[in-house]
């Protein structure tokens, strides 16, 4: 049996706690609050490894033995990141941009194995097509509530998932912490 260390998750994510358990890795909490404002400038990859490395070394902060893991995910099409919607005509906005469309959906994701270790920064892309949506179904799924904590204001883990048809890598990505990355990482040996 392959044991893996128990690590604390940098985040609040129900979503991310919850991957951990499917893919059977012991972890315990911590929650970082950061300033999650994008840059003049910042492009998707650099911005999602920016947040992902903040949160982690925030939560270093108060010493640990545990290896620290923190995440950020967004959405990107046609050069617009989607973060997470500030209201229902924001979601209504992004969810009508990607109708029946292609789209990117990165995360970026450090690791802090110890304390006083290097952080180590990686990032996962996935690429999601959305079905065909009417405006019925917009409205309804905005009024869900579900698309309002979510970047790109979906959920595929969720009722959002009866408009996927279909994705390209790592569906744990598009949940919001791809399990195969952190895996790579945390075996990566100390440089």
């Known amino acids: ?28 909490t911590r929650i970082v609050n950061i300033d999650e404002s994008r840059r003049e400038n910042e492009d998707a990859v650099n911005y999602v490894r920016r947040l992902a490395r903040e949160k982690a070394e925030t939560a270093a902060t108060h010493a640990s033995d545990k290896a620290i893991v923190a995440a950020d995910t967004t959405v990107v099409i046609d050069d617009h990141i989607l973060e997470k919607p500030v209201d229902r005509d924001d979601a209504t906005r992004m969810l009508r941009l990607l109708n029946n469309r292609r789209h990117q959906v990165l995360t970026g994701i450090a690791l802090i ?3 006083g270790s290097k952080t180590k920064i ?3 892309i996935t690429e999601v097509k959305f079905a ?4 019925e179904e917009i409205d309804w799924y905005v009024g869900t509530g ?6 790109g204001a979906y959920a595929i883990q969720g009722l959002g998932a009866r408009f996927i048809e279909g994705i390209r890598g790592d569906y744990f990505n598009v949940v919001g912490l791809p399990a195969r990355l952190l895996y790579e990482l945390i075996n990566q040996p100390e440089q």
Do not use: C, N, Q, Y
């Open 132 to 135: 065909s949506m009417s405006d």
């Open 122 to 124: 990686a990032h996962e």
């Open 146 to 151: 579900e698309p309002m904590d979510k970047a």
């Open 1 to 28: 049996m392959i044991e893996l260390p128990k690590i604390i998750l940098a985040s609040a994510s129900p979503r991310r706690a919850e991957i951990l358990r499917t893919v059977g890795w012991p972890f315990e």
């Open 113 to 115: 194995k110890a304390a």
